[in-house]
T-cell receptor, first 114, second 116 residues
Framework: DAGVTQSPTHLIKTRGQQVTLRCSPK?????VSWYQQALGQGPQFIFQ???????QRGNFPDRFSGHQFPNYSSELNVNALLLGDSALYLC?????????????FGPGTRLTVL | AQTVTQSQPEMSVQEAETVTLSCTYD???????LFWYKQPPSRQMILVIR??????QNATENRFSVNFQKAAKSFSLKISDSQLGDTAMYFCAFMKHGAGTYKYIFGTGTRLKVLA
């Protein structure tokens, strides 16, 4: 049973560029959430997708956008990168209708903005 | 809005000893979950233990147990017989309960080092 997978593992970009991160949920899961974890901090919720729609959003600017595909995989896009966007980006998957919605995390994508 | 506070940025413990990590939270919700996650250098967030707020009994998973004080909004993690593999960042997290999937609210973490 494959867990949550994310690609790429590491990414280096320069300020102003755009980046796309990818996530495949755990088998059987239909909901994907994205978190940003700055160095030395706890993860911060960016947004969540279910049925290809954004269901919840955290306090992040519109430069952060996402998409969910019919196979439940998801992308996180960040435009006009800033130095402060350097962080570990974590994807977590869950099952929307489960009584207990534990979220399973992927290994993350480390984004460095120079 | 919910908040989670971990007041111990770093802790260390001798191998085989017991250590307790603290977490407090603030919420007006009555039904919610609390979690402790472990994040080793490999970065993978691993669920250590969870507690449903409506359960009075403290959760236990092998060497890991919690002290859940709902009125005080306190949720500490006790690690018994500490092992070198327990060295990691530990995050306390809150999630409200209900239909759909809700976001986790994480604390800032406690870096635990187990000493040989």
């Amino acid at each position: 049973d494959a867990g949550v997978t994310q690609s790429p593992t590491h990414l280096i970009k320069t300020r102003g560029q755009q980046v796309t991160l990818r996530c495949s949920p755990k088998s059987g899961h239909d909901t994907v959430s994205w978190y940003q974890q700055a160095l030395g901090q706890g993860p911060q919720f960016i947004f969540q997708y279910y049925e290809e729609e954004e269901r919840q959003r955290g306090n992040f600017p519109d430069r952060f956008s996402g998409h969910q595909f019919p196979n439940y995989s998801s992308e996180l896009n960040v435009n006009a990168l800033l130095l402060g966007d350097s962080a570990l980006y974590l994807c977590a998957s869950s099952l929307w209708t489960a009584t207990y919605n534990e979220q399973f995390f992927g290994p993350g994508t480390r984004l460095t903005v120079l | 809005a919910q908040t989670v506070t971990q007041s111990q940025p770093e802790m260390s413990v001798q191998e085989a000893e017991t250590v307790t990590l603290s977490c407090t939270y603030d919420t007006s919700e009555n039904n919610y979950y609390l979690f402790w996650y472990k994040q080793p250098p490999s970065r993978q967030m691993i669920l250590v233990i969870r507690q449903e707020a409506y359960k009075q009994q403290n959760a236990t998973e092998n060497r890991f147990s919690v002290n859940f004080q709902k009125a005080a909004k306190s949720f500490s993690l006790k690690i018994s017989d500490s092992q070198l593999g327990d060295t990691a960042m530990y995050f306390c997290a809150f999630m409200k309960h209900g239909a759909g999937t809700y976001k986790y609210i994480f604390g800032t973490g406690t870096r635990l080092k187990v000493l040989a």
